[in-house]
């Protein structure tokens, strides 16, 4: 299942390669220089991918990226949890091969690139990914994704204090009785109001942590005594004291709904 989750965000660019002599694929020009940027997951066989599954590639070399992600636990491998993840890239022809370097998140990834097509706004990809894990590999192929181009990051303006203005769409782990504090070191606060409506600090975490990444904002915690928790969400817009955040969740039963909710900057 792992697999199959990180290619929907970890695989993202592929060409369909034609084994007639024939027929070759033709050689996309100035590949090396279009990929540099920063890429989201948007959609895996033309079916939106669920926020959970989501991934940030950020090309900022033709031999270098970097991912972030986060994945829960499986019977199959770790928990992910991947924040500027560093990659070695190679270019050969349309194939982009990205191997991770020595990492200690758990698991690690290998993933071939075939480019079917890239412009300044999305690309997409057939790809070819390895998941290993102590000497445990597991292996998925031919999986078209589309990727779109952030031009937005907001890893810095998400710092401060946010007080919930609204929740629709329905409830997961958040509700509108919810007030954030973004840390610069990658952790935040969490307050809820009492029944006198002041705002009290929830002491009975073990450790919150966040990360940003373009738009993509991802988020784990644990309860004392209890499992680890995650939430996803995509950070659509923050205007001065303003802030958007939308989600896809995708229920057991195979159905999907939207997310939203709207901040307000308190300091």
């Not at 698991?107 to 690139?113: A, G, N, Q, R």
């Not at 290993?132 to 998925?140: A, H, L, Q, R």
């Not at 966040?210 to 993509?216: E, K, P, R, S």
């Not at 659509?236 to 039963?253: E, F, V």
């Amino acid at each position: 299942m792992l697999a199959a989750i990180f290619i929907c965000g970890t695989s993202v660019f592929t060409s369909c390669t034609v084994d007639n002599a024939d027929n070759p694929v033709k050689p996309i020009d100035n590949l090396s220089e279009k990929i540099i940027g920063k890429w989201i997951t948007a959609d895996r066989n033309g079916t939106p991918i669920s926020t959970n599954m989501k991934q940030v590639l950020n090309f900022v070399s033709a031999s270098e990226a970097y991912c972030s992600t986060s994945m829960e636990n499986t019977s199959n491998f770790s928990a992910i949890w991947k924040h500027h993840s560093s990659f070695n890239v190679s270019i050969s022809g349309n194939v982009v091969t990205l191997t991770e370097n020595s990492t200690s998140e758990g698991v690690k990834v290998k993933d071939e690139l075939d480019i079917v097509s890239i412009s300044a706004t999305e690309l997409t990809a057939k790809s070819k990914i390895v998941l290993s894990e102590d000497g445990k590999e597991s292996f998925n192929a031919d999986k078209i994704v589309r990727m779109v181009k952030l031009t937005a990051d907001y890893s810095e303006t998400i710092l401060g204090i946010w007080e919930c203005d609204g929740l629709t769409g329905g409830e997961t782990y958040n509700d509108a009785n919810a007030r954030l504090e973004f840390l610069a070191d990658g952790t935040y606060r969490y307050s809820r109001k009492n029944d006198a409506g002041e705002w009290e600090t929830v002491t009975t975490r073990d450790y919150q942590k966040y990360f940003v990444d373009g738009t993509l904002l991802a988020t784990c915690w644990k309860n004392n005594g209890e499992d680890e928790l995650r939430e996803w969400w995509e950070i659509a817009s923050i205007n001065g004291d303003q802030m958007q955040w939308t989600a896809l969740r995708h229920k057991a039963d195979g159905t999907s709904f939207q997310q939203d909710m709207k901040w307000k900057k308190i300091k």
